[in-house]
């Protein structure tokens, strides 16, 4: 797994098998991480981040799950284990529904069974709705509520850098699936409309590769799915 600097603050960690990709953006004293992958190579993701030095001196870990789907929340007690170890704070963030769901441990949306694992519920610190500021050190992110591949998912905006991570609602040519639990094909079209608004440089998708030209990526989907 060869780790790749999107900027001097950013850390992709590209999916291994059936887990999502993996972002760490870190500002002082403070890490972010957007999505745990499903779990199961956990020690490769963080192996790797740390030789890199993205956990020097980090006294606050904020892990945010882009939705609820396993391959993006199975990895987030194993995440939490290992940084408390090192008597560092770990709190998790997500839209106030993938918490919802997060807390009671809904299998029918978590979906573990598809992968052979089981979710562990647990509480989420940080329940947030659309338009609120998520802090990481001297970073504001904006989260966008976009439901349509699930109920809860949602992106987040580094407006200063115009970067935008994505999850599962957005890929390069592609859009997350909308035919499991609390999917919706038309909140889904709504989500990109809104999307293609955003002045964005570069999105972090959930999977697969960088999309780099964001407007006419998501005007190709558009496209796509009025012609369905």
């Known amino acids: 797994m060869v780790p790749i600097i999107i900027k ?14 993996i972002y760490f953006l870190k500002s002082g004293k403070e890490l972010l991480i957007v999505d745990s992958g499903t779990g199961v190579f956990w020690n490769r993701y963080l192996s790797i981040a740390q030789q890199e030095g ?15 789907h396993f391959d993006h929340v199975g990895g987030n007690h194993i995440f939490m284990k290992f940084f408390k170890e ?3 704070e770990v709190e998790f963030a997500s839209h106030k529904d993938t918490a919802r769901t997060l807390e009671e441990g809904d299998d029918s949306i978590i979906l573990s069974y598809h992968y052979g694992r089981k979710y562990e519920p647990h509480p989420v610190d940080i329940k947030l709705k659309d338009g609120d500021l998520l802090s990481i050190g001297d970073v504001n992110l904006t989260v966008i509520h976009t439901p349509g591949h699930t109920q ?4 987040l905006y580094y407006e200063d850098e115009r970067i935008m991570f994505s999850g599962d609602t957005v890929f390069l040519n592609a859009y997350g699936r909308t035919d ?8 889904l079209i709504r989500s990109l409309e809104r999307l ?7 999105g972090l998708p959930g999977h697969g590769k960088l999309i780099d030209d964001w407007k006419s990526n998501i005007y190709r989907i558009l496209d796509h799915l009025e012609g369905l």
Do not use: Q
């Not at 956990?55 to 939705?67: A, D, L, Q």
């Not at 499991?180 to 909140?187: A, F, K, Q, S, V």
């Not at 293609?196 to 570069?202: G, P």
């Open 196 to 202: 293609a608004r955003y002045e964005v440089r570069l």
């Open 8 to 21: 001097p603050d950013i850390l992709m960690l590209k999916g291994e098998y059936l887990d999502s990709n």
């Open 86 to 88: 090192k008597g560092i």
């Open 180 to 187: 499991l639990p609390t999917g919706d094909e038309e909140e």
């Open 152 to 155: 809860g998912s949602a992106c």
């Open 54 to 68: 993205w956990f020097k001196n980090i006294s606050r870990v904020v892990i945010f799950n882009t939705h609820e």
